[in-house]
């Protein structure tokens, strides 16, 4: 008898019953499009001065704008929920897109509202900002004013928007639709499976390394399959950004995303420099991770090994108790938060076909609710996983009644929470085990994250830098983004992969490359692995008493930047390079801890 997975699919039907064809989804789509139809052609007619007459008008355009990309955005993270769900839910892929068409016509709006901002002096904006109606909000709109004077006229940035919709966000969707397409047999204890690339990718974490070798053999030959195809939308959507981005005036491919990311490049160099220092010390810990695998080289493929046998298989069930009570541990209120989330079924887990690769959280505003989406297949990283998107929807549920543009933080603050719920899983579970070699395993968890903080990830930020200088020349052929990756590889791994233990498809095959309304979607991970982990530090210093201060911080990542956030609720100065010395230091104690271990 099969067992019962109910459990791990999520509940979409409280939100639209029906699917993608829902009558009540598409009454609600229906009734967002109409209310922009009319919010566009409200604004239109809008005089574009501020003065006593106007300002009211002024104001009521200011909360519809943030109502209807509240209502847009919710049908759109319904949409994308279905076609995750089942790549085949192609009406649902035509709503997304549907969806993406209507940000495109609010763009009127915002630009109306960017003219206005534009036009008047600052003693006048400041006054309209402090608005009671919208000062919740003033962050939001102060940085739009700020933005706008770094763009191209209004009117431009609004065809620019119209042009991505139709064109640019489509090469995503197209990527999201291939990588989901894509299958492959594989077979293990001989028997052979149809498995996506997800699926293939979990194989990654077996203790078995010929099946792990197996899988990624697999994984890149499937990849090999389509590569002619992702170059074209890789070349594609990066030629649309620097098209973009010279029209902005903008130089450097970096400028936007540091822009999205509320930081400055001085932080983010700071915190590369740190990482790069220690590099030598993260190669001795793979040095004795390969003694304890015994293993004579260390390839892609063993990033995620597991030390020999003593990797523990989680139910989905022991999964969530075991992350509801160590996160509990540290607040009750997060605790609760989470079971609740996995109560009512905000989590779809099931291993099966047809999903999309990957997993994330996303936002359901209208029902101020979330949804995570991941493949539970039973190891130590899918637990992770969970504790991770859990602490994305509890970030959210934080600000759930701060206004919806006041819930906006950037990608970098995003990976926070969803970090520190890890930090506090793994340090409370290490804390538990008793036998050496499952404390090994732990630590091995521990050590292996700030690998790949350090490593896989820095990887990543260098092929994008790189990428992007030779595109400024012209298209990149499908050889040289191979070539260009492997040195990426080359220079964040140091002398650790083995000559012939790169990953040359790494680029086709991670899907944050093609990931079109997030430029650079790597650096994000990296410094909120090290913020969090500056964060855990305070907490494990002041003990439960922090958690207010905590939930404090979160509640200011929709409304600071990161240098901001970081001087208010930690006292550091994060472009300095001592808060990243000292972070990345914290992480090394970690992979010390294992290395000790691992001699005896």
Not at 28 to 45: L, N, P, S, T, W
Not at 202 to 224: G, M, Q, V, Y
Not at 278 to 297: C, F, H, M, T
Not at 303 to 316: D, R
Request: hydrophobic share 40%; glycine share 6%; charged share 30%.
């Amino acid at each position: 008898m099969a067992a019962d997975t109910s459990k791990m699919r999520w509940d979409m039907e409280s939100i639209f019953p029906g699917g993608s064809d829902s009558a009540e989804f598409e009454k609600f789509r229906e009734g967002v499009a109409a209310k922009i139809k009319a919010a566009v052609k409200e604004a239109e007619g809008l005089p574009r001065e501020l003065n006593d007459k106007t300002t009211g008008k002024w104001i009521d355009t200011f909360l519809a704008l943030q109502d209807l990309k509240l209502r847009r955005g919710h049908a759109e993270s319904f949409a994308y929920c279905l076609a995750s769900q089942d790549v085949t839910d192609d009406k649902a892929m035509v709503i997304v897109d549907d969806m993406m068409t209507l940000e495109a016509e609010l763009e009127a709006i915002r630009s109306a509202i960017e003219e206005l901002a534009l036009a008047v002096d600052d003693e006048a904006w400041s006054k309209l900002v402090a608005n009671p109606k919208i000062k919740g909000a003033a962050f939001y709109w102060n940085e739009l004013r700020r933005k706008a004077r770094l763009q191209m006229e209004p009117k431009m940035e609004k065809l620019a928007t119209e042009l991505a919709t139709n064109g640019y966000h489509g090469w995503n969707m197209l990527y999201a639709r291939l990588s989901g397409d894509l299958k492959t047999e594989f077979e293990e204890d001989g028997k052979t499976e149809t498995l996506s690339m997800g699926q293939l990718s979990n194989k990654f974490s077996s203790p078995d390394r010929k099946i792990r070798k197996s899988a990624f053999e697999k994984l890149e030959s499937t990849w090999k399959t389509i590569e002619p195809l992702v170059a074209m939308e890789l070349n594609s959507q990066a030629g649309f950004r620097l098209s973009l981005y010279k029209a902005r005036g903008w130089d450097s491919p970096l400028f936007e995303p540091l822009l999205m990311g509320r930081v400055k490049q001085e932080t983010i160099e700071a915190m590369w420099d740190a990482i790069a220092a220690v590099q030598p010390r993260i190669a001795e810990y793979i040095n004795a991770k390969k003694k304890v695998l015994g293993i004579d080289s260390f390839k892609w493929y063993d990033q995620t090994a597991p030390l020999g046998n003593v990797e523990k298989i989680y139910t989905y069930d022991e999964a969530c108790d075991f992350v509801v009570k160590h996160l509990s541990s540290f607040s009750g209120d997060l605790g609760e938060f989470a079971r609740m989330a996995i109560n009512k079924r905000w989590i779809e887990a099931e291993d099966r076909a047809g999903k999309r690769a990957g997993g994330y959280c996303t936002g359901l505003g209208v029902v101020k609710q979330s949804r995570i989406f991941m493949t539970f297949s039973g190891n130590y990283e899918e637990m992770m996983t969970l504790a991770h998107e859990l602490g994305h929807a509890y970030h959210s549920w934080v600000l759930r009644d701060r206004d919806y543009f006041g819930r906006f933080y950037s990608m970098l603050l995003a990976e926070t929470a969803s970090t520190f719920n890890e930090k506090l899983v793994t340090d409370a579970a290490l804390s538990e085990v008793k036998d050496d070699k499952e404390k090994l395993s732990l630590l091995d968890k521990m050590a292996q994250d700030h690998f790949t903080m350090f490593c896989n990830i820095r990887a990543r930020y260098l092929f994008d830098c790189a990428f992007y200088e030779e595109r400024k020349k012209g298209t990149v052929p499908k050889e040289r983004l191979n070539e260009i990756m492997v040195e990426a590889q080359k220079k964040a791994f140091g002398n650790i992969l083995s000559d012939d233990g790169y990953h040359p498809i790494f680029w086709a095959s991670k899907l944050h490359f093609s990931e079109t309304s997030v430029p650079f979607y790597n650096y994000p991970y990296t410094f909120g692995h090290l913020f969090a982990g500056g964060i855990y530090s305070r907490a494990k210093q002041e003990g439960p008493a922090f958690a207010e201060k905590y939930r404090a911080l979160l509640m200011d990542t929709g409304s600071m930047t990161c240098e901001e956030v970081a001087a208010k609720h930690l006292g550091v100065d994060l472009s300095s390079g001592e808060f990243w010395n000292d972070a990345v230091g914290r992480s090394i104690e970690d992979v010390d801890k294992f290395i000790e271990l691992a001699k005896k």
